[in-house]
């Protein structure tokens, strides 16, 4: 209300622009509204954003996500990769730009611009341990994922933790401790557990091979 207040008073500046289609990829994530609705504004509000500013690294992401739900991914991949070269030395914007690229299947890169945020930043958030556990475990490197999953929260609810910490470990073969890490998971979010599949696909641009390891 306050952003469209902002907005209805003039102020169209490019950060509040962005701002208010950040709010709209949101809600479209979270299903408050319509999400075709709130991509349709995110989109619009973006474009007009960067028409003000092109410079205006916010709104090169906020773009990115109405395009990639639309299946424009390569066009996502070029706002990543902008942001993160209009802001090299900026931990949350580098952070973000691997988690667009990575939710784009650049795994690789993704994973190299969140680990480049946080040698910047060491007290960043945890969850990007989340996007950093997963992007090995695609790999095959279940070791690494351990590492990166064992940084994430043991309880709480966050079922991440858990999930990833019992899919490394069953790579590496340790069953009995990935059942006990399972059961952790499934205390929390047992409809994840039961069908993984269903819940990592809306998430991550996986291939069959991908999914299946």
């Not at 709130?38 to 990115?64: F, G, I, Q, T």
């Not at 007290?123 to 475990?137: I, K, N, R």
């Amino acid at each position: 209300r306050l952003l469209d207040a902002a907005l209805d008073s003039g102020c169209r500046t490019a950060p509040i622009l962005a701002m208010r289609a950040a709010v709209d990829n949101t809600s479209s994530v979270y299903d408050f509204a319509d999400r075709d609705v709130e991509l349709d504004r995110a989109e619009a509000l973006a474009r007009e954003a960067l028409a003000r500013d092109a410079s205006n690294v916010h709104a090169h992401l906020v773009l990115s996500w109405p395009l990639l739900q639309r299946g424009q991914v390569e066009v996502a991949v070029q706002l990543a990769e902008t942001a993160a070269r209009l802001a090299p030395y900026q931990p949350f914007y580098l952070s973000t730009s691997g988690m667009v690229l990575i939710a784009c299947g650049e795994w690789h890169r993704g994973a190299a611009l969140i680990r480049e945020a946080q040698r910047l930043q060491p007290g960043m958030s945890g969850q990007t341990y989340s996007w950093l556990a997963m992007a090995s475990l695609v790999d095959g490197n279940y070791g690494q994922a351990l590492a990166e999953a064992s940084l994430l929260p043991a309880d709480g609810g966050y079922v991440w933790g858990p999930l990833y910490r019992a899919l490394a470990l069953s790579g590496l073969g340790y069953r009995e401790q990935a059942e006990v890490e399972t059961a952790r998971a499934r205390e929390m979010r047992p409809d994840v557990v039961d069908d993984l599949a269903a819940h990592l696909r809306p998430l991550w641009r996986l291939t069959d091979e991908q999914l299946a390891r």
